[in-house]
């Protein structure tokens, strides 16, 4: 009998986290890495937030919390999401979960049977695919070109419905590209789905503030309310609070969705920790101020790296609308060999290379179900961020 269940050969394990991981490695070793292979803000986790969560350990708040979160929390995440999008959603409505992954695992496992389907706008991120994989779904991957600006169009979305489609799972701003839909390309996209009703949308919005040039993000719901019964609005604090290790993500939702997620994770991790619940009250009912000074540095980072880029031999870099990453084309790089001697036929060579020759940790578009281009993350200090710009030009211009 074997010991491993076959439904762990539907998924693969996370490629970020494991170039992270290898790029640890070559550091302790001793190696000189920039790594910008982490979806993680650099900046540390205010300084009213962290002392929230003092306060509650010192005031005994360590005991099992009810599962879908504090009653404390769940209103401030609807007065939050309220405050952010006009969106309207009940305590009852609102579920916190160890991070956002939680909150995606939740709803599909609570609602996917054996061949139901799920869109997946690609570029996307990694887990997608698999937590539908998982779910014994199938994922639809649907390729959204970069001359389209990485963003789905009506008719890549009607095109992608079959009568087995019961997801779209959409993500603004996008990780890996930063592309970032506005409220007239969502409204496009709710036209489709209203032709659709038993289509559900779980849109994922964990880089919502993270948004430059004066961008106006948007989310589903507040585009049209009719979609509200059959759409998770999902988000957290990992991001723009800077609290990737507090694990705190929730959603809105309707009722009976919310109970059959919440019946799930009782069964599995129970309530998040009390103490990262008490830190995330903080985070949206207290002060909002530094949010815009890590955006507006984000910015300036981003646009550094566009530019330093955009010299780079066989390189094409878009100028994203959010989040904290840039995705480059590649293309011009394929079928060449490398100062140090490496072909670079694919994505994952060029990566694999640059972190080899060159010292520099970056993803290969092909995790991201988009081959051709890669990934970095410019959440890191500005002079880290041109050494390495400085070093992928160097590497690009080596290729022969």
Same mark, same amino acid.
């Given at each position: ?43 540390? +986790? =205010? *300084?009213?937030? &962290?002392?929230? /969560?003092? %306060? ?7 005991? @099992? $919390?009810?599962?879908?979160? +504090? =009653? *404390?929390?769940? &209103?401030?995440? /609807?007065? %939050? ?7 309207? @959603? $009940? ?310």
């Amino acid at each position: 009998m074997d010991l491993i269940a076959a439904r762990l050969d539907r998924i693969s394990p996370s490629q970020t986290i494991a170039i992270s991981t290898k790029a640890r490695e070559l550091k302790a070793a001793g190696k000189d890495i920039i790594s910008l292979s982490a979806g993680e803000p650099d900046f540390d +986790t =205010p *300084a009213n937030i &962290k002392q929230a /969560a003092i %306060r509650a350990i010192e005031a005994g708040q360590t005991k @099992y $919390t009810d599962v879908a979160g +504090t =009653p *404390a929390l769940r &209103k401030a995440v /609807a007065e %939050r999401f309220r405050l952010d999008s006009g969106l309207d @959603y $009940t305590s009852d409505e609102i579920i916190v979960s160890n991070g956002g992954k939680q909150v995606i695992y939740n709803a599909m496992v609570a609602t996917i049977n054996p061949g139901d389907e799920a869109i997946i706008p690609a570029p996307c991120w990694v887990s997608y695919p698999d937590i539908v994989a998982l779910a014994e779904g199938t994922p639809v991957v649907v390729p959204c070109m970069a001359e389209h600006g990485f963003k789905m169009r009506p008719a890549d979305l009607e095109a992608a419905i079959t009568p087995r489609t019961k997801w779209l799972l959409l993500n603004s701003p996008n990780n890996p590209t930063g592309a970032a839909y506005d409220a007239q390309e969502l409204r496009a996209l709710c036209d489709v789905l209203l032709r659709h009703p038993d289509i559900w949308i779980l849109t994922d919005d964990i880089y919502d503030k993270l948004v430059y040039d004066g961008f106006r993000p948007a989310t589903i719901v507040q585009v049209e309310p009719r979609l509200r019964s059959r759409t998770v609005t999902m988000n957290g604090v990992s991001k723009a609070y800077a609290m990737t290790g507090w694990r705190i993500g929730f959603a809105g939702a309707p009722v009976e969705l919310i109970r059959a997620m919440n019946k799930l994770q009782g069964q599995s991790t129970s309530g998040p920790s009390s103490i990262s619940q008490a830190a995330a009250l903080e985070a949206l009912s207290g002060p909002q101020d530094f949010i815009a000074e890590m955006v507006a540095t984000y910015q300036g980072r981003r646009d550094l790296v566009v530019s330093m880029l955009n010299q780079a031999s066989g390189l094409q870099c878009a100028t994203p609308e959010g989040a904290f990453y840039v995705f480059p084309s590649l293309r011009g790089c394929l079928g060449r060999t490398s100062a140090g001697g490496a072909r670079i036929d694919s994505d994952r060579d060029f990566v694999t290379a640059l972190l080899d020759e060159e010292g520099v940790a970056a993803v290969h578009g092909s995790a991201f179900m988009f081959a051709g281009h890669f990934r970095i993350s410019y959440a890191t200090d500005t002079e880290s961020l041109k050494e390495a710009c400085l070093r992928i030009q160097r590497f690009c211009g080596g290729l022969r």
